[in-house]
């Protein structure tokens, strides 16, 4: 595939963006953000390696939370940006402090609100891969309970065995058999977990068990947080050496970018202020817009894809097991109006532009390529995140010809449509 010729390339478009502040949103993910830091140097030198332009990262040079600042020079034009991660892996790490016999319960609770409300039914009409990776850790769980339970039964019965041999009482043999054997059955349970860097099964289900866990309402600790992040957002806003204030939701943090860009415009925006961008990456908006009581998120959704206040360009991939791919997270939530105007959905086709070799490589990596987004392309397209978040161009010039991908699932399929009263 030949790499699509960008519009600040052709030289058809005078430089709009000189300044730029972007508030990156990440999704689940209970990891120091400086990973966010080294991800995007290590693949903004690749990607700029692989597409001729120059980018260069320094210490950050704004107050607020964890960044960096970029440099940048495409097609003999300067940007500066300004890239913050808005933190909420502290609350991220809270969910995950269950023991074992926590997260088995967590298991079952979140197992039957998705099947008893319908919600898991209708998921599987949108996109099979995010629904099997949502079943993955149910199956992975069970698997290491079946395999600790066949070791209690392994040692009990050995133990009965060497009992019989020796002439010792049956019952209390049995009694130290069974102890024995349910202590190292739990001794295995807890080898699983502490490996689960290799399985992630506690991992999504914690993932899993926090969206479900009030069936889609948003939990006070977290309303507070978005709080925070409006207020960040606001006072980028009132900055007027800005030319652009771009907001990124990757994975979970899509929805969360919703909500908080949805009551930052219901606020009222400056008017005079820098042109405001939502990009939203590998997002799973079905996963919590599907549960009876996501009032709040389907109202966002709805209020937030009619403004023009800014403009919502929404990338998936078919190859991005972990997403709904170009799922239109409005419609198919059930509450897209008339005069409808966003996001605006497209692929960034994995399998276009990455190159076959590089395709194989990754194929398999379900959770590398749900960050592939944030990753660089050795065959690039028209989607390549440092042009968006450094580049010369606002997202809205940037696509504003694009047109949205004909695959992409757009009819309501949500059993859950209600909203909360405005």
Known sequence: ???????????????????????????YDPIHPRRYRELYRKEGAAQAGISGYSLTLSPKQTKGPYGWHVAAEMGGQRTEADVEVLVWSD?????????????????????WIYTSTGALRRLMR?????????????????????????????????IGI???????????????GW?????????????????????FAYYLMHDYAHSA?????????MEARMDKFRTLIREALDDRGLDEVLVVGHSSGAHLGVSVLADLVREGLPPERPV???????????????????????????????????????????????????????????????GKRWPLVFSAAFTQTL?????????????RLHFQYLCAFDRPGDYDYFRITAGPLTLAERYRDRKPSRSRIDVPVSKFTSVAAE
């Open 355 to 367: 190159s076959p070799a590089r395709w194989k490589e990754l194929r398999w990596r379900f959770f």
């Open 1 to 27: 595939m030949a790499e699509q010729v960008s519009v600040e390339e052709s030289g058809s478009n005078p430089q709009q963006v000189r300044r730029r502040r972007v508030f990156y949103i990440p999704g």
């Open 162 to 176: 060497l009992a019989g041999l020796a002439s010792l009482g049956s019952p209390l043999a049995a009694l130290i």
């Open 213 to 221: 866990a009030s069936r889609g309402a948003i939990p006070p600790e």
């Open 91 to 111: 609350i991220v790490r809270g969910s995950m402090e269950s023991s074992i016999p926590g997260t088995y319960w967590q298991l079952v609770r979140t197992a």
């Open 276 to 338: 405001l961008g939502f990009l939203t990456l590998g997002q799973v908006v079905p996963m919590v817009s599907f549960l009876p009581r996501a009032r709040r998120l389907r109202t966002d959704l709805k209020y937030l894809c009619q403004r023009e206040e800014l403009a919502w360009v929404d990338v998936t991939a078919p190859g991005d097991g972990c997403a709904f791919a170009l799922c239109d997270p409005v419609a198919v939530s059930g509450v897209a109006p008339e």
């Open 179 to 199: 102890a024995l054997g349910l202590g190292a059955g739990y001794a295995l349970l807890r080898w699983f977990k502490k490996r689960d860097g290799k399985f």
């Open 126 to 158: 949108l996109r099979k891969g995010p629904v099997i990776a949502a079943l993955y850790p149910v199956g992975m769980l069970l698997l290491q309970a079946l395999l600790a339970l066949l070791l209690a039964w392994g040692v009990a019965h050995a």
